[in-house]
């Protein structure tokens, strides 16, 4: 495909294994400078098909200040960070200079990023519009656009930001990823950039030597999700919890997150929480503890469903229903991958939401199967999925201090409450 050596190099170190199946169908085009959407599972390989064809469209060009030649646009810091690793690992050998934009930053620290050279400015919509609007960032020189995870970004929350960076782009290039994509985005992308190339792979084969990050693991999202049906949510996800040595739980909202966690945690489990309204230390805390094995079980919002990149998560469990399929298959994402590879899906559902999450994962190509714990052996159910128990060693007490001898002539005192007297108030 004519792709500079050093680059090479650099994503081979990063990949010895073979293209997944979207690399093999997308990347000619992406370096090719063809605008393209790439639409294929979570853990597919998509990052690693614009963080070549930046690298590949950059190198040999001057690098600027304040001007970036190519910007990258994700949805949350996490994956915002995440993507700004690889382009910096792939764009090592073509000499890139990666800079991060993301909210929860001082401004100031942006402006003094933007007084260096940088080459590629990898950031969230909302940073990348402030810094525009105080003419920190120019996007006059930007030669290719990236929109990665480009579903959400076009969506509801953050339209408006990504169509105005786009426009503010004139001439560039576009490569957009998602795991999902409706007729509505592809009518957004092919208006703002004709003749909008599209490449989907429904289901991404693991290859014979799997890479392990960056969003190139190529396990592709997981094809089996077991509903559990259940008149006591609560209870069933706190046995479950017990069971796991990484797992993911996923609630609806960030007020269920915190009562959850306590809940896990009460039990002897190791448990984090992280919700939105988390600051970007507390997120990055929480992850960095699921990674490292501090804690085993991560309660989250829908933030921990875009873009986190954790080997061996072993379990995915969704706590009530998703809002919609795309968050069911960007959560169920989150297992399979690295040495996770038989990773479960498990939905702890109340009767009544059975049926709308069996069919967004249907919909989704998942195989559904639906069973009934006030009719079924629970424990054999669970044990099956998840294994045993995973029994904490008890803690050993401490031995009792040796009683201390008294005299014969010093009877015990009887054993009084302590009484706190108020002070008595002193003479003048």
Do not use: W, Y
């Amino acid at each position: 495909m004519g792709v500079a050596v050093p680059i090479r190099h650099a994503v081979s170190g990063l990949v010895p294994g073979t293209p997944t199946p979207i690399q093999a169908a997308a990347l000619a085009d992406a370096v090719g400078g063809a605008n393209l959407l790439a639409v294929a599972p979570t853990g597919s390989g998509k990052t690693l098909v614009f963080a070549i064809a930046v690298a590949h469209r950059l190198a040999g060009s001057p690098s600027l200040t304040g001007r970036p030649r190519a910007l990258v646009v994700a949805p949350t810091r996490e994956l915002a960070e995440q993507n700004a690793e690889v382009l910096a690992a792939v764009g090592a050998g073509a000499g890139l200079k990666i800079a991060s934009f993301v909210g929860g930053q001082p401004l100031k620290r942006d402006r003094r990023a933007l007084i260096a050279p940088v080459d590629v400015a990898v950031g969230t919509p909302g940073r990348l519009a402030d810094l525009v609007r105080a003419s920190a960032l120019s996007l006059d020189g930007v030669d290719l656009v990236v929109l990665d995870e480009a579903d959400q970004l076009l969506g509801p929350s953050f339209a408006e930001q990504t169509e105005a960076l786009l426009a503010d782009c004139v001439g560039a290039g576009l490569v957009a990823t998602t795991a999902t994509a409706d007729d509505d985005i592809e009518s957004i992308l092919e208006r703002t950039r004709p003749g909008l190339r599209v490449h989907r792979v429904e289901h991404s084969p693991l290859p014979s030597s799997a890479p392990t990050r960056g969003d190139s693991e190529a396990a592709g999202a997981p094809r089996r999700l077991v509903v559990l049906s259940t008149p006591d949510p609560d209870r069933l996800v706190v046995r479950l919890a017990a069971r796991c040595t990484r797992g993911l739980f996923f609630v609806p909202r960030r007020d269920a997150v915190e009562p959850l966690r306590s809940a896990i945690a009460d039990t002897g489990v190791t448990a984090a929480g992280v919700a939105g309204s988390a600051s970007p230390t507390r997120r990055a805390a929480a992850f960095a503890d699921l990674a490292s094995g501090a804690v085993r079980v991560l309660v989250s919002t829908d933030l921990a469903g875009r873009g986190l990149d954790i080997d061996s998560i072993g379990h995915v469990v969704h706590v009530g229903p998703p809002h919609s399929m795309d968050d069911l298959v960007h959560r169920s994402g989150r297992t399979g991958r690295g040495d996770a590879r038989a990773g479960v899906v498990a939905a702890v559902l109340r009767p009544f939401e059975v049926a709308k999450v069996a069919d967004q994962a249907r919909s989704a190509g998942m195989t559904v199967e639906i069973v009934d714990t006030s009719r079924s052996d629970t424990e054999r159910v669970i044990d099956a999925l998840f294994g045993p128990e995973i029994v904490l060693p008890r803690a050993r007490r401490a031995p009792a201090p040796p009683e201390r001898s008294r005299r014969p002539s010093q009877p015990r005192r009887p054993t009084q409450s302590r009484v706190h007297r108020p002070k008595r108030k002193k003479r003048s």
